[in-house]
């Protein structure tokens, strides 16, 4: 695991250095606007807007960090032949590719948890003492961060056999199909084919289900969330980042490079 | 028969093309060879003729169609293996964000290397190809010769007993070119084993024990720089001066002439009595040798023959 590690901690390093982390500033700005505007024209709904502009920038900002910094974790390396020096070390391919994986989702959790605390400071300008139960905030934001870690295990995967754009395309689809691979299973009522209702709801199994990463409404309204919804996410992302990855290490491990 | 430092056998590579990948290109054809312990390997051939392609194949970025290969006893396949060679790619490009000294210290990160090693071997590398003064400056600003010293540095960092470098002298001055051969030298003096494609055949020349020609992704020769020439000596030249009324010496028609020093090329079998006649006709003769072809002449040889045989075979196609 020692080369995994180090692989992880240089993609970190790129993405600092290639200045990812510079769209903090716009979340700083848009938090900063969102709190004065929130302070002069709501009333008692403060808590909600913030908290629910907050998550769904977190969400946005971070789907597409992963989704173009996860297609160009593998191609960028083929294209400008960077990897050549690095697979002629003692090191495989699936180490690479497995540290290149952690890097970024080590990036969009070092970013997801710098607007996470931004959002805070602007939850607590509009109201303060902050409360128990905006802790509820923190569970949102990590279920963002394993939806954000499946994508860009997805990314990965697509980006090991196709080119750059055609794996923006496919991991892009497969995120909207997959917010809505629930509601294709519960299609009632449709004047379908019995094959086509049987497909479709094999397809919606085979999806990435992404709405059980999504406790926004729940967490915007200070309601809690039941630990065995964070505990299901949470083993359902693991069984499915790790399937994805071990289909794209076996791609990537026969790829001849350029 | 001991065991070679790289073991080629029957590697073949062909590439998919055309509509649906149909069709194949073979960029290697059956190359069987080997490079012994210790010894300087030079690899020679005309752009696209599969020198890359092999050293792709020996460093596992590419896979062959068929064949094997082994290095140092094991296969390509066993990673390994990787721990005891080092390897510069062609036109290498590295993490542009970096600086040299954070490049080389990541790549010593998979070679187990200690803290102190590490250190150690990175300021040592840094120094032997000539970078220890920019070594805080991060890759994009480096130019093109810079980047293949970087690139050599990485290659050699954790003391590799197999070499391989895909046109090492590749965007250097002269004085850079001096200094790779001197590393290349120093190499085979610590008893390692170099294998270096290369287009200047000058250096080929001076460098190695052996080389191997390959041409439209077949080898066409293999063995010393001297042998390979020797196969093809023919004939001999003899210089001579010749002054005053050279009268109606027969030799002179095929003789080239600068001032009064004439030189001329005929089969061996005729020298003695070229001689003979040199010396009634009060010749002083300056030297008389061997014609050998250079290695370039071989070199071009073998492409012409390639490319001849490559046009028979299209018209016949015809």
Redesign the interface.
Known sequence: M??VQ?VAA?TF??AV??RVLYNLVFFALLMMGAAILVGQISIGIEQNVIVSLGLSAISVIGIFIAVFLGVALISREME???L?????????RWEFLLGKFFGLVMTLTVNTAAMAAGLYIALWTVKHPLLKSDAYILVAVYLILLKLALIVALALLFSCFTTPFLAILFTAGIYVAGLFAADLRTIHGVDLDPGALRLMRGISYLLPNFQNFDVMSAVVHGRGVPGTIVWHATVYAILYIAIVLTGAAVVFS?R??K | MPQGAIEIEHLSKEYPYGFLSLKKKKSLEDLTMRVEDGEVFGFLGPNGAGKSTTIKLLMRLIFPTAGTARILGKSIDDVSMHGSIGYLPEQPYFYDYLTAHELLDYFARFHRLTASDRAGRVQAMLKKVGLDTAKKIQLRKYSKGMLQRVGLAQAILHDPQVVVLDEPMSGLDPLGRREVRDIILGLKRDGRTVLFSTHVLSDAEMLCDRVGVIVGGKLRGIGAPGELMDMKAQGMEILFELSGAAGNLPLLEKATRTGERYRVQLPETELYAALDALKAAGARILSVTQIKPTLEEYFMHLVENDRAQASAVEVSGK
């Open positions: 020692r080369n180090t240089n390093r790129e250095r290639d400008k032949r960077t050549y020096a690095l697979l002629a070390k003692p090191v495989k026969r001849n490079l």
